[in-house]
């Protein structure tokens, strides 16, 4: 059953496989061998960084930001890394217009399996955990999985606007309340 869980070198060679599969979420880029054999004989370094709290981050604007109230899961079976999200408990003012409260990817042979409606449907879960009512989750236009793994738990399209992150491309813009799932329940 997969589950969420904080990253963990049980996993370590499921993971480093991905990476050679080209997994990647968000804007990280396709990490080059020599950086993935580091990350395979010293995972610790690469995966301290993943749940550090405070400091700030610099997004493709180039604007430094303080950095939000998160976490990084990553979406497992019994014996393989599937993915990983990122989970913001509340919105900084990039975060509000172009990246939302999860962000998440699935490794390539993992894809068109569900499992991206499931990383979303746990991250969901972890917000509403931390009193998060109403999340804003973005794909980018042409990520047809993306976006209707956010539809199927419950999003609702506000609008589309140029993405900051892929020049020429639309990013959608879902919100999903919470409390009114809550009601439906």
């Given at each position: 059953?997969?589950?969420?869980?904080?990253?963990?070198t049980?996993?370590?060679?499921?993971?480093?496989?991905?990476?050679?599969e080209?997994?990647?979420?968000?804007?990280?880029?396709?990490?080059?061998?020599?950086?993935?054999?580091?990350?395979e004989?010293?995972?610790?370094?690469?995966?301290?960084?993943?749940?550090?709290?405070?400091g700030?981050?610099?997004?493709?604007?180039?604007?430094?930001?303080?950095?939000?109230?998160?976490?990084?899961?990553?979406l497992?079976?019994?014996?393989?890394?599937?993915g990983?999200?990122?989970?913001?408990?509340?919105?900084?003012?990039?975060?509000?217009?172009?990246?939302?409260?999860?962000?998440?990817?699935?490794?390539?042979?993992?894809?068109?399996?569900?499992?991206?409606?499931?990383?979303?449907?746990?991250?969901?879960?972890?917000?509403?955990?931390?009193?998060?009512?109403r999340?804003?989750?973005?794909?980018?236009?042409?990520?047809?999985?993306?976006?209707?793994?956010?539809?199927?738990?419950?999003?609702?399209?506000?609008?589309?606007?140029?993405?900051?992150?892929?020049?020429?491309?639309?990013?959608?813009?879902?919100?999903?309340?919470?409390?009114?799932?809550?009601?439906?329940?």
């Amino acid at each position: 059953m997969p589950r969420l869980i904080l990253p963990d070198t049980r996993y370590l060679a499921s993971y480093v496989k991905a990476m050679r599969e080209g997994f990647c979420f968000g804007i990280c880029p396709i990490l080059p061998e020599d950086e993935i054999k580091k990350i395979e004989v010293d995972p610790f370094d690469h995966f301290e960084g993943y749940n550090r709290q405070g400091g700030t981050f610099t997004p493709t604007d180039g604007i430094p930001r303080p950095s939000v109230h998160h976490n990084f899961y990553w979406l497992v079976d019994d014996k393989d890394f599937i993915g990983a999200i990122s989970v913001r408990y509340e919105l900084n003012d990039f975060l509000e217009i172009h990246a939302g409260h999860l962000g998440y990817g699935i490794r390539p042979a993992m894809k068109r399996k569900g499992f991206a409606k499931k990383i979303v449907s746990l991250g969901l879960k972890k917000l509403k955990e931390k009193g998060v009512t109403r999340v804003l989750i973005t794909a980018d236009d042409d990520n047809i999985g993306s976006w209707k793994a956010i539809e199927a738990n419950g999003g609702v399209m506000e609008n589309k606007i140029p993405s900051i992150f892929t020049e020429g491309h639309l990013s959608r813009r879902y919100w999903i309340d919470l409390a009114k799932e809550e009601k439906n329940e």
